[in-house]
T-cell receptor, first 112, second 114 residues
Framework: DAGITQSPRHKVTETGTPVTLRCHQTENHRYMYWYRQDPGHGLRLIHYSYGVKDTDKGEVSDGYSVSRSKTEDFLLTLESATSSQTSVYFC???????????FGDGTRLSIL | KNQVEQSPQSLIILEGKNCTLQCNYTVSPFSNLRWYKQDTGRGPVSLTIMTFSENTKSNGRYTATLDADTKQSSLHITASQLSDSASYICVGREKLNTGNQFYFGTGTSLTVIP
């Protein structure tokens, strides 16, 4: 298995609080991604990074920010969580190429 | 608009039987098409990647086909096992050297029963 660790794996928090999710990789891969997965939707890209301090927005980036200060760590922050951000969040590494993306096991985030 | 559509949404089969999952894609310019398996509570795991020039690729009991003319792909599972119960996700990749180039289907939920 590719070395991708997401933390925490589960989190429950209240509306309006800040939340930070962490993705850590041991593969030294240049590309890292944050997706969210909701019923009835395919995985949707929030933000991605193509190198240290190099990030770009995906299709559902509103309300989220990211940071990548080291190759191995990619952080996703919800500055002021809302109930619509209740979801399962997946980190991935790999691409763009003909090689597969490798996914972490997700963080289940519930915002009450 | 680039998109990927999968059918059926869900499927129940008996252990030992074969099944075929479908994927229609409109991704342009097209680079490759991927199938992933996602077990409950886990992240997706790659099964196959097929480029424009490939029309069949196998991974054990999983065989993917690609018809670039009709923009259709299928995933055939042979002699199903209980461990095949999962969601199967089709992903089309656009030919861009950026990170926002993947288009995910909503998946087919497969349940294999004894």
């Amino acid at each position: 298995d590719a070395g991708i660790t997401q933390s925490p794996r589960h989190k429950v928090t209240e509306t309006g609080t800040p939340v930070t999710l962490r993705c850590h990789q041991t593969e030294n891969h240049r590309y890292m991604y944050w997706y969210r997965q909701d019923p009835g939707h395919g995985l949707r890209l929030i933000h991605y990074s193509y190198g240290v301090k190099d990030t770009d927005k995906g299709e559902v980036s509103d309300g989220y920010s990211v940071s990548r200060s080291k190759t191995e760590d990619f952080l996703l922050t919800l500055e002021s969580a809302t109930s619509s951000q209740t979801s399962v969040y997946f980190c991935a590494i790999g691409g763009p190429s003909d090689q597969p993306q490798h996914f972490g096991d997700g963080t289940r985030l519930s915002i009450l | 608009k680039n998109q990927v559509e999968q059918s059926p949404q869900s499927l129940i089969i008996l252990e030992g039987k074969n099944c075929t999952l479908q994927c229609n894609y409109t991704v342009s310019p097209f680079s490759n098409l991927r199938w992933y398996k996602q077990d409950t509570g886990r992240g997706p795991v790659s099964l196959t990647i097929m480029t424009f020039s490939e029309n069949t690729k196998s991974n054990g009991r999983y065989t993917a086909t690609l018809d670039a003319d009709t923009k259709q792909s299928s995933l055939h599972i042979t002699a199903s096992q209980l461990s095949d119960s999962a969601s199967y996700i089709c992903v089309g990749r656009e030919k861009l050297n950026t990170g926002n180039q993947f288009y995910f289907g909503t998946g087919t939920s497969l349940t294999v029963i004894p």
